[in-house]
T-cell receptor, first 110, second 114 residues
Framework: QKEVEQNSGPLSVPEGAIASLNCTYS??????FFWYRQYSGKSPELIMS????GDKEDGRFTAQLNKASQYVSLLIRDSQPSDSATYLC??????????FGAGTRLTVKP | EAQVTQNPRYLITVTGKKLTVTCSQN?????MSWYRQDPGLGLRQIYY???????DKGDVPEGYKVSRKEKRNFPLILESPSPNQTSLYFC?????????????FGSGTRLTVV
């Protein structure tokens, strides 16, 4: 089992729809959780962080964390073509131990 | 502008020819790290540094060296590159409390070893 698992996609949604990206992690001691957006050929860019159970909203983005289920998700409302990218889930297990998922590729179709 | 600067952006080299990829950050971050990114494998940590003169191995350190003589710089050295080190490399930095803040990534170095 991979430490951080994401559906590789591609996930395709129409413009204006809600995109839902999911991530599961294996280590229960994980403490903090991040979503990065990576455009093709570019570096990852931090877009959301979440540390406690529940929802965290920032503009069109909502991160959801359920530690009991070891599950993190990212919702993108009113998806735009400019949201088309690969989204990386990252989990900090404490200390120096940050683990990344392989990413989910999202395509938003006009 | 707060940033992590990597050079070069693209590099093609031959097997066995030593090379260095530079990384510099201007945010006074204590923590710096190198990752490689390969299709289907995601980001894998090569080496990291908690502060000046403190470095440690990540998950895939074989064939790489690093040094941290100054807080702002964290170069990645390939003493004898091989084709399996062809990859996209990222340098990243973070404040000391790395778990809380996430990383700032450099723009990446695409390395091809022939």
């Amino acid at each position: 089992q991979k430490e951080v698992e994401q559906n590789s996609g591609p996930l395709s949604v129409p413009e204006g729809a809600i995109a839902s990206l999911n991530c599961t992690y294996s280590d229960r001691v994980s403490q903090s959780f991040f979503w990065y957006r990576q455009y093709s050929g570019k570096s990852p860019e931090l877009i959301m962080s979440i540390y406690s159970n529940g929802d965290k909203e920032d503009g069109r983005f909502t991160a959801q964390l359920n530690k009991a289920s070891q599950y993190v998700s990212l919702l993108i409302r009113d998806s735009q073509p400019s949201d088309s990218a690969t989204y990386l889930c990252a989990v900090n297990r404490g200390g120096n131990d940050m683990r990344f998922g392989a990413g989910t590729r999202l395509t938003v179709k006009p | 502008e707060a940033q992590v600067t990597q050079n070069p952006r693209y590099l093609i080299t031959v097997t066995g020819k030593k090379l260095t990829v530079t990384c510099s950050q201007n945010m006074n971050h204590e923590y710096m790290s190198w990752y490689r990114q390969d299709p289907g494998l995601g980001l894998r940590q090569i080496y990291y540094s908690m502060n000046v003169e403190v470095t440690d191995k990540g998950d895939v350190p074989e064939g790489y060296k690093v040094s941290r003589k100054e807080k702002r710089n964290f170069p990645l050295i390939l003493e004898s590159p091989s084709p399996n080190q062809t990859s996209l490399y990222f340098c990243a930095s973070s404040p000391r409390d790395r778990g809380a803040y996430g990383y700032t990534f450099g723009s990446g170095t695409r390395l091809t070893v022939v």
